[in-house]
C-alpha cells in the first residue's frame, strides 16, 4: 500500500521502547581493573552504556545482555551473568 504524498512516520528508537527484558544475560561493571578506555561505551550497539572517570554502567531499562561490552574490554572488567528477574 503507497503511503499519501507528504506524509511520513518517525524512525524506530530503542530509546522510545524499553528493551531490557529481552536479556537473558546483562553486563555487570566491576570497576576493578577499567582503565577508561571507554571502549564499552564505543562498541555499545545500542548505545546506553554511560560514565566517566573509570565508573561506566548500562541502562539496564534498554540493554538487550548482547555481551559485546564484555566481549571487547581489555582488561575484562565487565563480566556477563544471567539475568534474574
Do not use: Q
Request: charged content about 30%; aromatic content about 8%; hydrophobic content about 30%.
Amino acid at each position: 500500500m503507497a503511503r499519501p504524498i507528504g506524509t511520513y512516520s518517525k524512525p524506530g528508537s530503542s530509546k522510545a521502547n524499553k528493551t531490557g527484558s529481552w536479556r537473558t544475560e546483562k553486563p555487570v561493571f566491576l570497576h576493578d581493573k577499567c582503565t577508561d578506555c571507554r571502549i564499552c561505551v564505543i562498541v555499545c550497539p545500542d548505545g546506553i552504556i554511560f560514565g566517566a572517570d573509570k565508573i561506566y554502567d548500562p541502562d539496564y531499562d534498554y540493554c538487550k545482555g548482547c555481551g559485546i561490552c564484555a566481549k571487547e574490554c581489555p582488561v575484562d572488567d565487565i563480566k556477563m551473568v544471567p539475568e534474574v528477574r
